[in-house]
């Protein structure tokens, strides 16, 4: 199709460093674009929250059924690894923004700088989130070996949850807190991978130039994605780790 | 005709953006001052801090209140700054606190269930007494 | 402009066919891999034509095995999951996407003056993300199949030994789909429209699409995550629907229908949308009160996340929930009043048209009535309780989401049809088929209504005989449903092969979408338009355009 209405919008580059950016044909400035691309990524945030959403009305459900369980439950996470964690991720958070902010002003490698270590953020809190899976199936609070293993009608008794310390013998139905605390976690966790690997792409994109003051939106949207997964765990924290 | 009215303007756009050196060709946006994002990190950190500190006292039913206020108020933080929402375009925010406002929908009827269904449960054991005198209208007209 | 003249024979190229969405390309690949909206609308319509008639013949074999007070057809654990198929592919993979993914993929730009939606990637991931849902939802048959309603409530869905996880994995990835199509469509609304184009300029049809594209983003998300909690209980015992384990099915219920009960909206809104573009169109006549239906199709959107709760009167909920509920039902009787006094306003004194995708419009009104009608019946508390769960429920949902909906789904099919392929159908046969699907349908479902009120519970795959004179009338309607469907099939691909022309503008539009070439240009406009005028100002119609075929 040539149209001699449709010659291409291009930003041009900032510098010999970077990559001029082609606004894609069905749009008419790069404003447009711009504006459209970020409308869609907002609400594609507010899905998350949403989804996230329905997790947090269950723990507020059954924090309200089971408010011992839930106490007790929470006293056997290690507070002290979540405020690290929590610390992780609010730092790893302003690097991002930071990372953003250079982006925004053609500094390639502060941005990737700030990348690398919204990266080390990432991988630090999954490393710390493992020594705490790690301590909860030692206890037997969740047997990961037998997390598939189902429950057994006859006994009662459900497969991952042993609890060998007997910590939860006194309250009603003790695994429900470790229940939804590892499918909150979980499902926070793979959004801090899915996070990561977003980050090691606009990384490479940054290598190559191709975002720079005229064109930061990948950067700009993978920061939301970021600030959101630290926006839930800022949830987590005193939900969890603190059972109000 | 329009056509090219609407493209050149768009290209004229660009254009004036490399002029300036970059930066506007993507319509109104701001960079962040890097002092207000450490600020911004700093209260975070330090309302961390406050969570913890306050999770040593018992103020009974409202352990969860303030809990979820401090979280609230470092979750504004981070919307507000370190996402930009603050310089953001209104539909951008209508959007994104929508989320919330919808999902408080979710939380306000499923909890006010569970809730009332505990006076559902007062409400019956208190009447079981006059249950068990009531006699069905049939019974009484035999009389 | 003299209207004596064609305007065909003033253009010097008639030898050649002009370029358009359909023959700029071949090829497989062209299709498979296309970012165009048009052809991944017709797509969708295949697909979910496909899904369609699927789900009917579920139906179908389900009307058969009731043809007997013990069933005829299959045994007893057969026909739990041929019903809970039917529900599942029409709801899921037909009724839900049907009319955003087809018809609204095909129009909406077209009336906003886009050259495309705003993400084109996004909309094919949303294809295919529809396309593996099915598949998976295809693949819990093979699997053993899946037998509890497609409502999967707890704890039985927990319990059962069937492929529960396959389907529910399924309907995660169909919902996000539909939250893709939704979140393209809120964008495309909001930053493509044509210059001129207004708010209170858009076609009513988009106001429709974007009202639903809200509840698809704000209440989807919600199903994704419940149908993942179900697949949790089953594969971890998490516990929180599990009664065993201390967890509360009504919570899944909760769950299920703050999505599911929007659901409807999602449903029913663009079948909305439609019906307001053909009243108008077919009456040549503006649309009735305007604004109001453009604010009762946000006013629908929002209530439609207040009154979840009246699907669960007999769940175990607690009295003031079930009051709240209820009371706040009745508030979406009023939106939905507006709009069906504003479509028969609309007619009123109108040039009307008896075409078929008229004639489709017309059978909607009568049937959106009764089905409206007796969901406020439905709505109030103590006369839901009689009447939950049984053949009542069942008469009244399929005159929304069949008898509405999908009639709807075929006026738009028909009016839009000549200007997707340039072709027209058989007139008179589209009027015979819409003859046969309005009395085949009504037949179906008045005696569900009469029996329902007596008690006969859904789902049942044996009854006692005192109902046998019921379901034999309705298996007989259903057949003349079926019947009048498969001619509709016929037609429709028949005129493919005919390749009789349309006109350039088959019926008289003046919305954007009949202002481009029929079938449209790759790019939808060949200059950019900009909107100068009201909606639907009938002054402004170029009559040459009705009698111009299609070259």
Same mark, same amino acid.
């Given at each position: 199709m040539s149209h001699d209405g449709h010659h291409s919008i291009v930003i041009p580059a900032p510098g010999p460093e970077f990559v001029p950016h082609t606004v894609a044909h069905h749009f008419d400035s790069p404003v447009q674009e711009f504006q459209s691309m970020k409308l869609g990524f907002w609400l594609f945030l507010a899905t998350e929250i949403l989804l996230f959403g329905g997790l947090f009305a269950a723990y507020f459900y059954f924090h309200e059924a089971f408010p011992e369980t839930f106490r007790v439950g929470g006293a056997q996470l290690d507070w002290r690894l979540g405020a690290v964690n929590t610390t992780v991720l609010l730092v790893s958070s302003w690097t991002m923004a930071m990372g953003v902010r250079c982006a925004q002003t053609s500094q390639k490698q502060?941005?990737?700088?700030?990348?690398?270590?919204?990266?080390?953020?990432?991988?630090?809190?999954?490393?710390?989130?493992?020594?705490?899976?790690k301590a909860k199936n030692d206890h037997g609070l969740v047997v990961f070996s037998e997390l598939f293993s189902g429950y057994n009608e006859a006994t009662g008794q459900l497969a991952w949850f042993k609890d060998y310390d007997g910590v939860m013998a006194n309250v009603p139905h003790g695994h429900m807190f470790f229940a939804?605390?590892?499918?909150?976690?979980?499902?926070?966790?793979?959004?801090?991978?899915?996070?990561?690997?977003?980050?090691?792409?606009?990384?490479?994109?940054?290598?190559?130039?191709?975002?720079?003051?005229?064109?930061?939106?990948?950067?700009?949207?993978?920061?939301?994605?970021?600030?959101?997964?630290?926006?839930?765990?800022?949830?987590?924290?005193?939900?969890?780790?603190?059972?109000? | 005709m329009s056509a090219h009215t609407h493209n050149d303007h768009g290209h004229a756009h660009a254009d004036a953006g490399h002029d300036h050196g970059g930066g506007l060709q993507m319509g109104h946006h701001h960079v962040s001052s890097a002092a207000m994002f450490f600020n911004v990190l700093a209260i975070l950190l330090v309302l961390t801090i406050v969570t913890v500190a306050v999770s040593r006292f018992d103020f009974g039913g409202a352990n969860m209140?303030?809990?979820?206020?401090?979280?609230?108020?470092?979750?504004?933080?981070?919307?507000?700054?370190?996402?930009?929402?603050?310089?953001?375009?209104?539909?951008?925010?209508?959007v994104f606190l929508s989320s919330f406002l919808f999902l408080s929908l979710l939380f306000i009827f499923t909890l006010a269930d569970q809730a009332t269904r505990r006076v559902d449960h007062e409400m019956h054991t208190t009447r079981t007494p006059v249950d068990k005198q009531w006699v069905h209208p049939s019974t009484l007209e035999k009389h | 402009m003299s209207t004596n003249v064609p305007v065909i024979d003033a253009h010097p190229t008639i030898s050649e066919p002009p370029k358009n969405y359909l023959n700029c390309s071949r090829g497989f690949m062209s299709w498979a891999g296309t970012l165009d909206h048009k052809r991944i609308g017709i797509m969708y319509l295949i697909g979910v034509s496909a899904a369609f008639l699927a789900g009917g013949v579920f139906a179908l074999l389900v009307r058969l095995h009731l043809w007997e007070p013990h069933g005829m057809l299959f045994t007893n654990e057969t026909y739990n999951q041929i019903f809970t198929l039917h529900g599942a592919f029409m709801v899921f993979i037909f009724v839900i996407p049907a009319i955003p993914g087809s018809l609204g993929n095909m129009v909406l /730009?077209?009336?906003?003056?886009?050259?495309?939606?705003?993400?084109?990637?996004? !909309?094919?991931?949303? @294809?295919?993300?529809?396309?593996?849902?099915?598949?998976?939802?295809?693949?819990?048959?093979?699997l053993g199949g899946f037998d509890t309603g497609w409502t999967f409530y707890a704890p039985y869905s927990l319990y059962t030994d069937q492929a529960v996880v396959s389907i529910g994995l399924g309907i995660f990835l169909l919902g996000f789909s539909s939250i893709f199509t939704g979140l393209n469509f809120i964008?495309?609304?909001?930053?493509?429209?044509?210059?001129?184009?207004?708010?209170?300029?858009m076609p009513l049809f988009v106001w429709a699409i974007y009202a639903t594209a809200i509840l698809q983003v704000l209440a989807t998300p919600v199903l994704g995550i419940t149908v993942l909690l179900v697949a949790f209980e089953r594969l971890y015992n998490i516990g929180i629907f599990?009664?065993?384990?201390?967890?509360?099915?009504?919570?899944?219920?909760?769950?299920?229908?703050?999505? #599911?009960?929007?659901?409807?909206?999602?449903?029913?809104?663009?079948?909305?949308?439609?019906?307001?573009?053909?009243? *108008?169109?077919?009456?040549r006549k503006p649309l009735f009160g305007y604004k109001l239906m453009a604010f009762s199709a946000l006013a629908i959107a929002i209530i439609s996340f207040l009154v979840w709760g009246h699907h669960m009167f007999t769940s175990g909920q607690s009295t003031f929930a079930m009051f709240a509920f209820s009371f706040l039902t009745f508030f979406v009787a009023i939106p939905t009043a507006i709009k069906e006094f504003s479509w028969v306003a609309t007619i009123w004194k109108g040039s009307i048209a008896l075409n078929s995708p008229m004639l489709y419009t017309l059978a909607f009104l009568i049937i959106f009535a009764i089905g409206g009608?007796?969901?406020?019946?439905?709505?109030?508390? !103590?006369?839901?309780?009689?009447?939950?769960? *049984?053949?009542?429920?069942?008469?009244?949902?399929?005159?929304?989401?069949?008898? #509405?909906?999908a009639l709807a789904f075929f006026a738009g099919l028909h009016h839009w049809w000549p200007?997707?392929?340039?072709?027209?159908?058989?007139?008179?046969?589209?009027?015979?088929?819409?003859?046969?699907? @309005?009395?085949?349908?009504?037949?179906? @479902?008045? /005696? %569900? @209504?009469?029996?329902?009120? %007596?008690?006969?519970?859904?789902?049942?795959? *044996?009854?006692?005989?005192?109902?046998?004179?019921?379901?034999?009338?309705?298996?007989?309607?259903?057949?003349?449903?079926?019947?009048?469907?498969?001619?509709?099939?016929?037609?429709?691909?028949?005129?493919?092969?005919?390749?009789?022309?349309?006109?350039? !503008?088959?019926?008289?539009?003046?919305?954007?979408?009949?202002?481009?070439?029929?079938?449209?240009?790759?790019? !939808?406009?060949?200059?950019?338009?900009?909107? *100068?005028?009201?909606?639907?100002?009938?002054?402004?119609?170029?009559?040459?355009?009705?009698?111009?075929?299609?070259?």
């Open positions: 502060k941005t990737l700088m700030f990348c690398a270590l919204t990266l080390v953020g990432a991988v630090a809190f999954m490393v710390i989130k493992f020594f705490e899976y939804i605390y590892l499918t909150m976690t979980a499902i926070h966790g793979l959004h801090v991978v899915i996070g990561a690997g977003l980050i090691i792409w606009i990384m490479k994109g940054t290598a190559k130039g191709r975002f720079h003051a005229g064109y930061y939106l990948p950067v700009d949207l993978v920061g939301l994605y970021w600030h959101l997964v630290d926006l839930i765990w800022i949830f987590l924290f005193p939900l969890l780790y603190l059972v109000p | 209140l303030i809990a979820m206020g401090i979280a609230s108020v470092k979750a504004s933080l981070v919307i507000a700054i370190f996402m930009h929402m603050k310089w953001d375009t209104a539909i951008n925010k209508i | /730009p077209l009336m906003l003056g886009a050259k495309d939606v705003a993400l084109p990637r996004l !909309n094919l991931l949303s @294809f295919y993300l529809w396309c593996g849902g099915t598949l998976l939802a295809t693949l819990a048959i093979v964008v495309t609304t909001h930053k493509l429209r044509a210059p001129g184009l207004t708010w209170f300029r599990d009664p065993r384990l201390g967890g509360d099915p009504v919570l899944f219920e909760h769950f299920f229908w703050f999505y #599911s009960h929007p659901a409807v909206y999602i449903m029913v809104l663009p079948a909305f949308g439609i019906i307001s573009e053909l009243v *108008t169109v077919h009456s009608l007796t969901g406020v019946i439905l709505g109030a508390l !103590n006369v839901d309780l009689h009447l939950h769960d *049984t053949y009542f429920v069942v008469a009244h949902f399929h005159y929304v989401m069949m008898g #509405s909906i200007k997707m392929f340039g072709i027209m159908y058989d007139e008179t046969l589209a009027k015979i088929a819409c003859a046969l699907i @309005f009395i085949g349908f009504n037949a179906t @479902f008045i /005696p %569900q @209504f009469i029996m329902g009120s %007596q008690g006969m519970p859904r789902r049942y795959a *044996t009854y006692v005989p005192e109902f046998e004179g019921y379901h034999h009338a309705s298996t007989i309607g259903a057949v003349i449903l079926g019947s009048g469907v498969a001619l509709m099939v016929y037609y429709l691909l028949a005129s493919l092969l005919i390749r009789k022309p349309a006109m350039q !503008n088959q019926w008289g539009g003046v919305t954007l979408d009949w202002l481009t070439p029929t079938p449209p240009p790759l790019e !939808n406009f060949a200059t950019p338009p900009s909107v *100068t005028t009201e909606v639907y100002d009938y002054s402004t119609l170029d009559y040459e355009s009705l009698r111009t075929p299609v070259r």
